[in-house]
Every structure is written in C-alpha cells, then in structure tokens.
Nanobody, 124 residues
C-alpha cells in the first residue's frame, strides 16, 4: 500500500503559477504509475496528467497541455505538478492518485490510492 498527501494549493490570480506536491509513503514509489485529477465545483473528476513509474511516459489532458508539467522524484517519493498560466477554469480540488498498472490510464477507476486533495482557486 501507499499513502499520499497532497499540498501546494492556494489562491492565485489568472496568469499566475502554483506547484503542487504529492508525498508518498509505504511501498516503493517507483513501482506506481501516478496521476493528477481535479474536480471542479459541481462536476465529475477530470484527468489532468499522468506519469509512468520511471517517468518516461507522460500524458496531459488537452486543456492543460503546454501550461502544466508533471514530474516525479523517485528518490524523494514525491510527485509534482507545475501549473503555469493558470485560468479561472482551472479552479478545482486537485488530487494525486497511484496505480499499480504499468501504463498511464485516464479513468478514476484505474487508480487504487488517492491523496486528500488540495484546493486551487484562480481568480479572474
């Protein structure tokens, strides 16, 4: 099992930046495919980005491509999401998630472990 703790959210103006972190503890972090999801108010969770265990495979939702960058430091057991050029529509609770699959999948059902979420609010 792995335990995940999200952090780094906050209130930022449109055009600003935030960096989210997800600290993992438990079983070997590099063995997990990791992802970021977000849930805007009143909406279903959305896939944002995913990264394979080695970091070689990286995927983004079209809505964040070119603005967000996912990375991981397996030595520090930490996942990151650098968010630049933030827009009001990026406002959501952001969750990190871990999966034992070897490929990056985009559905919530594919992930076994979840962080508690961190709120990101972008003002216009």
């Amino acid at each position: 099992q792995v335990q995940l703790v999200d952090s780094g959210g906050g209130l930022v103006q449109a055009g600003g930046s935030l960096r989210l972190s997800c600290a993992a503890s438990g079983r070997a972090f590099s063995g997990y495919t990791m992802a970021w999801f977000r849930q805007p108010p009143g909406k279903e969770p959305q896939f944002v980005s995913g990264i394979s265990g080695s970091g070689a495979g990286i995927f983004y939702a079209d809505s964040v491509k070119g603005r967000f960058a996912v990375s991981r430091d397996n030595a520090k057991n930490t996942l990151y999401l650098q968010m630049n050029s933030l827009k009001p529509e990026d406002t959501a609770v952001y969750y990190c998630a871990a999966s034992t699959t070897t490929v990056v999948l985009r559905t919530t059902q594919s992930y076994d472990y979840w962080g508690q979420g961190t709120q990101v609010t972008v003002s216009s």
